[in-house]
């Protein structure tokens, strides 16, 4: 990931959502970007030029647009009309990103047209993350990497953070993903989880 | 066979789709894909289906293709009548606040411009203190006072179009219920397609939100109306009928959004009885 001193920031056309500029190159804001606040408070994944990425639940494009300047290419699925406006104008400016409208809960709506990707990245408000998840692991390539930003309030409001952390490891585990970084994102962001997994290479399924 | 948006691929080869884009996102929609075993389409599958002849133009024919649908499909989700209307009433709504809050501001100011005025035993309503001070007011003030009467008839004319339209997309609950509340409640409750999916209970204490917590948390009565109580028959009955009255409205209000939601189009025969269902209880006529 590109630092200048202790700023995080992505090199690439500046003016997506008014994202202050260092040194020519736009300021990727941990309180704004949940992605951003994983890079500040833990590892991540090194987001590299050669990777494809799936990104699920990509709003306003806002975060997606930092990805795009690291990365080959990005499938960013959105499911509401009015995010999707501005994530089209996002996706015109950027020729390595490819808006689909589409439900992330229903991967077939984009199998035909997503390929194998090297990372897949998932912030949805939905009750059933890790199902979510789990079923668009179809997706990445085995030894890929999977982020899970694990919105626990849109899980079950009346559990606390923890305890729905704790049943989404295991959820994740059952469908077969190994997880190797989990990591709160306070102070940036209020009861949200980054869960780090990779996806088992065939024939790599420890006993 | 495997399908891809570039075509079909089986052990004969690939077929790419015939067409243009638009005919392509057209394809698209018919695609029955399962996630079983679903190999993942690559480029060099659409290269050797001669769609594209390298990664670059295979992105670049992707995105061509997924914008096009991105966009087809914004038009049809805006496309519902009720997209527009829900926008028109919260207009409406947010105008009718800033109004108030403007003309009480400009009346105050205007007090203390004129430390002998006094509103007490002066009948005159906040909207023509406005129209004075805009035409007596010098600078700031009264080009202020201005702005608000020019806000208060832009809101009087949206308030028409709302009501013209709420009786175009919802037919069946204008007619029994008028318009502006009609729209109100379609508002309230996100959208048409929620409201037809509202029991006939919530929609009786739509817009009671504070009351109906109150009373689920404490011991507090349930609300017996929300913006329902807006109707004639239900402010106007005795207090101890009101309940009623206002359950048997929501009642037909419920099935009123469903058949706006489902047929689009008004039903006599259920407005009739319907009608005379609530004026029979409104009027106090219990047989």
Redesign the interface.
């Known amino acids: 990931m590109i630092r200048i001193g202790d700023v995080l920031v992505s090199r690439g056309e500046g003016g997506v959502y008014g994202e202050r500029m260092l040194g020519g190159a736009r300021i990727w804001d941990p309180f704004r970007s949940k992605l951003a606040a994983l890079y500040y408070v833990g590892t991540g994944v090194e987001l590299t030029a050669g990777m494809r990425v799936l990104y699920l639940g990509a709003a306003n494009g806002t975060t997606v647009s930092h990805v795009a300047d690291y990365v080959e290419?990005v499938y960013a699925v959105e499911f509401a009309?009015r995010p999707?406006?501005d994530l089209?104008e996002v996706?015109?400016r950027r020729?390595?990103?490819?808006?689909?409208?589409a439900d992330a809960t229903q991967?077939?709506?984009y199998?035909?047209?997503?390929?194998?990707v090297d990372l897949l990245y998932q912030d949805v408000a939905q009750p059933d993350q890790a199902a979510i998840l789990a079923?668009n692991c179809?997706?990445l390539r085995p030894g890929g990497r999977a982020i899970l930003m694990l919105k626990t309030r849109s899980v079950d409001i009346r559990k606390t953070p923890e305890e729905v952390f704790r049943a989404t490891l295991g959820e994740l585990a059952a469908a077969g993903l190994e997880v190797v970084e989990t990591v709160w994102l306070s102070p940036y962001h209020k009861d949200h989880a980054a869960i780090v997994c990779t996806k088992r290479a065939a024939g790599d399924a420890r006993e | 066979m495997r399908?891809?948006?570039f075509g079909d691929v089986d052990e004969n080869g690939c077929h790419p789709a015939d067409g243009d884009t638009a005919a392509r996102v057209q394809r698209?929609h018919t695609?029955k894909?399962?996630?079983d075993g679903?190999v993942?389409?690559?480029?060099e599958d659409a290269v050797a289906c001669g769609v594209c002849s390298d990664r670059a133009t295979y992105?670049?024919t992707?995105?061509e293709?997924?914008?096009a649908?991105?966009?087809q499909?914004?038009r049809e989700?805006?496309a519902g009548k009720d997209t527009e209307l829900l926008q028109m009433v919260r207009t409406l709504d947010e105008m009718d606040e800033v109004i108030n809050l403007l003309s009480e501001r400009v009346v105050e100011w205007h007090q203390v411009r004129h430390p002998t005025f006094s509103r007490k035993y002066r009948k005159t309503p906040a909207h023509l203190m406005v129209r004075s001070i805009s035409q007596r007011g010098r600078g700031a003030l009264g080009m202020v006072a201005e702005q608000v009467e020019k806000l208060a008839a832009a809101r009087t004319e949206l308030a028409i179009e709302v009501s013209s339209r709420a009786g175009k997309v919802m037919p069946n609950c204008s007619a029994l219920i008028g318009g502006l509340v009609a729209a109100r409640l379609m508002s309230h409750a996100g959208g048409l397609h929620p409201l037809s999916r509202m029991p006939a209970s919530a929609i009786q204490v739509i817009g009671a939100r504070t009351a109906l917590f109150a009373h689920l948390r404490t011991k507090s009565p349930s609300p017996k109306h929300g913006i329902i109580f807006q109707h004639r028959r239900v402010h106007n009955a005795p207090k101890d009928r009101r309940g009623k009255v206002a359950r048997a409205l929501a009642g037909k209000l419920a099935i009123a959004a469903r058949l706006d939601y489902f047929r689009g189009e008004a039903v006599p025969e259920f407005l009739e009885r319907a009608q005379e269902r609530i004026d029979r209880l409104g009027t106090g006529d219990m047989s």
């Not at chain 1, 199998?111 to 194998?116: C, G, H, K, R, T």
């Not at chain 2, 993942?40 to 480029?43: A, F, N, S, T």
């Open positions: 290419i009309p999707m406006q089209l996706a015109r020729p390595n990103l490819v808006p689909i409208m991967p077939e709506q199998a035909p047209l997503v390929e194998e079923r179809a997706f | 399908s891809y948006w698209l695609l894909t399962t996630m679903f993942l389409p690559g480029w992105i670049s992707l995105r293709l997924c914008f649908a991105a966009e499909q914004i989700q805006y």
